[in-house]
């Protein structure tokens, strides 16, 4: 009687707990590549500079605790991190998706907006419906972007080929609208949850 009782008590705590486990091994690994760092500041205006930007974003969205995706920040502090050993944490991971944050800027100071890209050698149906969901959901979110989703010609990008990869540059610090919402704590937090809500 008694090992009916606990077979009765057990069970539905072993139903709960394989529940989690599948619920964790379905998640969707997300890798931030959150640009330059260390020595590289990257762009800057004043003392706005690019590394500090892409690490809060990147750094919110690794903070993220969502049911469906788990965000994995290559760069969570202020270090510079080389090209080739990006490259090689991704290969490491084997995530489903990688983002790489960039901040953009133009001699043209009018020119504003969300840029959203996909690798010149890595353009697979997957990296663009990648690029195309982000891009939407900042559209969503009232963002300014750009109309369709771009090429980007970068090392980092070319080389991560195996793997869905999408860019995003987050506005223009030459611009000074973008460049007073890149500075809002308000604004990075709309960031991350738009790219989240994005991939869901």
């Known amino acids: 009687m008694l090992k009916k009782v606990l077979r009765i008590a057990i069970f539905p705590f072993l139903v709960l707990l394989v529940a989690f486990n599948i619920n964790s091994a379905q998640k969707k690994v997300v890798v931030i590549n959150a640009s330059h760092g260390g020595v590289d500041w990257g762009i800057t205006y004043d003392s706005i500079n690019e590394k500090e930007l892409v690490l809060n974003i990147s750094q919110y969205l690794s903070s993220i605790n969502d049911a ?6 290559i760069r969570n502090t202020d270090d510079y991190i080389s090209l080739n050993d990006r ?3 991704v ?5 489903d998706l990688v983002i790489t944050l ?9 020119k504003s907006g969300v840029v959203v890209s996909v690798g010149k050698n890595n353009e697979s149906d997957t990296s663009k419906q990648y690029g195309n969901k982000i891009l939407n ?6 963002f300014g972007v750009n109309d369709s989703i771009t090429t980007a010609d970068t090392y980092f990008m070319n080389n991560v080929k195996e793997i869905p990869s999408v860019l995003i540059e987050l506005g223009y610090l030459s611009n000074e609208k ?7 704590s ?6 991350a949850k738009a ?6």
């Open 68 to 73: 469906h995706i788990k965000f994995v920040g």
């Open 87 to 89: 490259i090689s944490k």
């Open 91 to 95: 290969d490491s991971i084997h995530p």
């Open 102 to 110: 960039h901040v953009a800027q133009d001699l043209d100071i009018r």
């Open 137 to 142: 959901g900042f559209k969503s979110q009232k």
């Open 178 to 184: 973008d460049r007073k919402a890149l500075i809002n």
């Open 186 to 191: 308000t604004t990075k937090e709309q960031i």
């Open 195 to 200: 790219i989240t809500a994005a991939l869901q």
